[in-house]
């Protein structure tokens, strides 16, 4: 079975700042996607970026990048110009590419993210 | 295009009732999956609906069951229920199973056992 660690319960950043939030996985699996959601207050799960393993490119989406590193299983958020409005859990979470796992998504503790003014 | 929507959002049962979810995927998709979160537990996968057909079951008791109509809205019931199932359901959609594709989650349901 898959699992995904978060080890950093929560963290802080000052506003306009760049933080990088850290994920680790464990997997026996050589084909699989990486996803970083957000959930604010709100609790509505918004996805912020993914990563397909069989691409050694590190995706990006605006300010939102991440460091992955296949072999140390490795899968690190990176946050430049922090706003306000960043302020969240921010959840790793897994998806096994064999058909049979589905749409299956396997989920860190999660971080909460502050962003202060 | 409307969003995920899942009613009730909020919810009050006793120990040993029953309760049933709702969600309505975003249009066109076809895939359904369920999640809990508990403050102890995190997130958790329950089941994945596809094609009105359950495709995956994560490790949860019999108690915890669901079903996908035609037009792929989804309801999970929970039988005999425990204080320990307190928790927000999520639901989430996408338009095929598995990939690199997104999963579009609802607002969720917060059910709370007494």
């Known amino acids: 079975a898959q699992t995904v660690t978060q080890s950093q319960p929560e963290m802080s950043v000052q506003e306009a700042e760049t933080v990088t939030l850290s994920c680790t996985y464990d997997?026996?699996?050589?084909?699989?996607?990486l996803f970083w959601y957000k959930q604010p207050p709100s609790r509505q799960m918004i996805l912020v970026i993914r990563q397909e393993a069989y691409k050694q490119q590190n995706a990006t989406e605006n300010r939102f990048s991440v460091n992955f590193q296949k072999a140390a299983k490795s899968f690190s958020l990176k946050i430049s110009d922090s706003q306000l409005g960043d302020a969240a859990m921010y959840f790793c979470?897994?998806?096994?590419?064999?058909?049979?796992?589905?749409?299956?998504?396997?989920f860190g503790e999660g971080t909460q993210l502050t962003v202060n003014p | 295009k409307a969003g995920v929507t899942q009613t009730p959002r909020y919810l009050i049962k006793t120990r040993g009732q029953q309760v049933t979810l709702s969600c309505s995927p975003i249009s066109g998709h076809r895939s359904v999956s369920w999640y809990q979160q508990t403050p102890g537990q995190g997130l958790q996968f329950l089941f994945e609906y596809f094609s009105e057909t359950q495709r995956n079951k994560g490790n949860f008791p019999g108690r915890f069951s669901g079903r996908q109509f035609s037009n792929s809205r989804s309801e999970m019931n929970v039988s005999t229920l425990e204080l320990g199932d307190s928790a927000l359901y999520l639901c989430a959609s996408s338009l095929a199973r598995g990939g690199p594709g997104e999963q579009y989650f609802g607002p969720g349901t917060r059910l709370t056992v007494t």
């Open positions: 979470a897994y998806r096994s590419a064999r058909q049979t796992s589905g749409s299956r998504l396997t």
């Open positions: 997997t026996s699996e050589s084909d699989y996607y």
